[in-house]
């Protein structure tokens, strides 16, 4: 009751220190192209924290940039390139509030199909984003990454950290599905695995959380696919 005759008088709860916003997925499955255009979601504001994944069937992929259509270019955070396949590669942008889209491009030698994720969190307040720690590997079976032993979330601020995964892009879809799950790390994860989309998940800790050495594991239906797992720090 007392909630409530707050509410009525004008009271609203403080604003989360950090909270998911939305996400969107793009799939270009033409192979004449280097590069996938991702939406950025609908609902998202300028300041916002945009991460963006993608991969590629291109092997040996010599670059990779992730730019929106206000030609603000996203800071890499950790990349996959090798003759293998996929190749992959994540990053982070303050949004603008105008753009609408992101492309991401892969320099390579050849054209392939390409898949891509945008995601979109609000901040409370902060003026530096910092990359605590991060992990990629690839494998043609189950594929696991781990983030060990970093320090404390940064206090005052909140950390988040994230994970992403993928098996191979194709024309008409994905070479298999990836299920991502979290083997050992704090609790609190809340993972997406959907069919034909780059698999993740996120964890956000508030300030001064004792870091827990996490690992996050892909169990593919067949082969070839890769995982990254990040922790940005928000100050």
């Known amino acids: 009751m007392a909630l409530a005759q707050a509410l009525m008088m004008g009271y609203r709860p403080p604003p989360e220190p950090l909270e998911f916003v939305g996400t969107e997925v793009a799939h270009e499955a033409s192979t004449?192209?280097?590069?996938?255009?991702?939406?950025?979601?609908?609902?998202a504001l300028s300041g916002d924290l945009l991460i963006i994944n993608g991969v590629t069937n291109i092997p040996a992929s010599t670059a990779v940039s992730a730019v929106d259509n206000s030609s603000n270019a996203a800071t890499l955070i950790s990349s996959y390139a090798d003759n293998s396949r996929p190749n992959f590669a994540s990053f982070y942008l303050l949004h603008d509030?105008?753009?609408?889209?992101?492309?991401?491009?892969?320099?390579?030698?050849?054209?392939?199909?390409l898949a891509a994720r945008c995601s979109a969190f609000r901040p409370d307040s902060f003026s530096t984003v910092s990359v605590a720690g991060q992990s990629?590997?690839?494998?043609?079976?189950?594929?696991?990454?781990s983030l060990n032993g970093l320090a404390a979330a940064p206090n005052p601020g909140i950390r988040l950290s994230f994970a992403a995964a993928s098996s191979r892009p194709e024309a008409v879809g994905f070479n298999d599905t990836l299920d991502l799950s979290l083997t050992?790390?704090?609790?609190?994860?809340?993972?997406?695995?959907?069919?034909d989309e780059i698999a993740w998940g996120y964890l956000i800790e508030d300030a001064g959380t004792a870091w827990t050495n996490t690992t996050v594991t892909g169990s593919p239906d067949e082969f070839q696919q890769v995982a990254n797992l990040f922790a940005l720090d928000l100050t």
Do not use: E, H, K
């Open 97 to 113: 509030g105008s753009a609408t889209s992101i492309r991401l491009t892969f320099t390579a030698t050849s054209s392939n199909t």
């Open 184 to 195: 050992s790390g704090a609790s609190g994860w809340s993972f997406s695995n959907n069919d």
């Open 136 to 145: 990629i590997a690839r494998d043609v079976g189950v594929v696991s990454t």
């Open 32 to 43: 004449t192209l280097n590069y996938v255009d991702v939406g950025i979601p609908s609902s």
